[in-house]
């Protein structure tokens, strides 16, 4: 595979557009793989940004996030270091080990994050998302973690419970990804609801593309943001989930990122071949 200082000069940076999940067609190929994947996906948050409910529910207050043109815009749970993570066990999510807290029993996974979990403002007119039991549960302690910006930056953390009827993630690992393979990534960017980063399926030219995969690491022009740390990344020729997130961000979301030159990519992400005994010593599956 070709280095990721080796970049075409025509490479585009920061495609594929963000959809909410209900935007999906799933009748195109690509866009049913992401929706399979989806339901596996939750928003890791620290406890303390939640409320319990005598129900068992829980809720988290909302702030505004960002407006783009580009991309949907909703009410943003707060976190100080928003993560995706996504579940590879029935009970073991894998997510990016940069934005962990110092206790993992500090952070919530939350389970179909989607916009519909917006509840009416309450007497102070604030506005909550509520998770219902059954679409939280607690992290328990992380199982493997290692932050080495060469070498792969993940974590695989055991919950606490099983989410009741959600399947896992199968896991790539067995063969490479070829450059300009069309890809897709699933996540929560500023603490949002679930989005997909994907390309029109009339379009095939709108989808992002991998630049290079070397060394354990995908280069990409998929757009991220802040919150996409730990998102599952999709390579859409095949099933199953390729890599997790760490590294990048779109340049045109006002946010604040190295100056690059245009045809440099602006995502990374650790190739899940990589993790290949941390991943089938917790019996995830492997395809």
Same mark, same amino acid.
């Given at each position: 595979?070709?280095?990721? @200082?080796?970049?075409? $000069? +025509?490479?585009?940076v920061g495609r594929g557009d963000r959809r909410d999940l209900r935007e999906l067609d799933p009748r195109d190929p690509a866009h049913a793989r992401a929706i399979a994947v989806a339901p596996a996906v939750a928003f890791l948050v620290r406890a303390h940004h939640a409320a319990f409910a005598a129900d068992g529910s829980?809720?988290?207050?909302?702030?505004?996030?960002?407006?783009?043109?580009?991309?949907?815009?909703?009410?943003?749970?707060?976190?100080?270091?928003?993560?995706?993570?996504?579940?590879?066990?029935r009970q073991h999510l894998l997510t990016a080990a940069h934005g962990l807290p110092g206790e993992a029993g500090e952070l919530m996974a939350l389970f179909d994050f989607t916009p519909d979990r917006l509840a009416p403002p309450d007497i102070d007119g604030v506005r909550r998302y509520r998770f219902e039991p059954g679409r939280w549960a607690r992290v328990?302690?992380?199982?493997?973690?290692? @932050?080495?910006?060469? $070498? +792969?930056?993940?974590a695989i953390l055991e919950l606490d419970r099983a989410p009741p009827g959600r399947s896992p993630t199968s896991c790539a690992?067995?063969?490479?990804?070829?450059?300009?393979?069309?890809v897709a990534m699933i996540g929560h960017p500023f603490g949002q609801p679930v989005q997909i980063t994907i390309g029109d399926p009339r379009t095939p030219s709108t989808h992002a593309r991998a630049l290079a995969a070397d060394g354990g690491r995908l280069a990409s022009t998929?757009?991220?943001?802040?919150?996409?740390?730990?998102?599952?990344?999709?390579?859409?020729?095949?099933?199953?989930?390729?890599?997790?997130?760490?590294?990048?961000?779109?340049?045109d979301i006002g946010e604040r990122s190295a100056v690059r030159p245009a045809t440099?990519?602006?995502?990374?992400?650790?190739?899940l071949a990589t993790l290949t005994a941390d991943l089938r010593s917790i019996g995830a599956a492997l395809v």
């Open positions: 595979m070709g280095s990721f @200082r080796q970049i075409a $000069s +025509g490479a585009s829980i809720t988290a207050a909302t702030i505004a996030a960002p407006a783009h043109g580009r991309f949907p815009t909703h009410p943003r749970i707060q976190s100080a270091a928003p993560l995706t993570g996504f579940l590879v066990t328990a302690r992380v199982v493997a973690a290692n @932050r080495g910006p060469e $070498s +792969g930056d993940y690992v067995g063969r490479g990804v070829e450059p300009d393979a069309p998929l757009a991220a943001s802040r919150g996409h740390s730990g998102s599952p990344v999709l390579a859409l020729d095949r099933d199953g989930v390729i890599a997790v997130h760490d590294q990048g961000y779109a340049g440099h990519p602006r995502a990374f992400a650790t190739l």
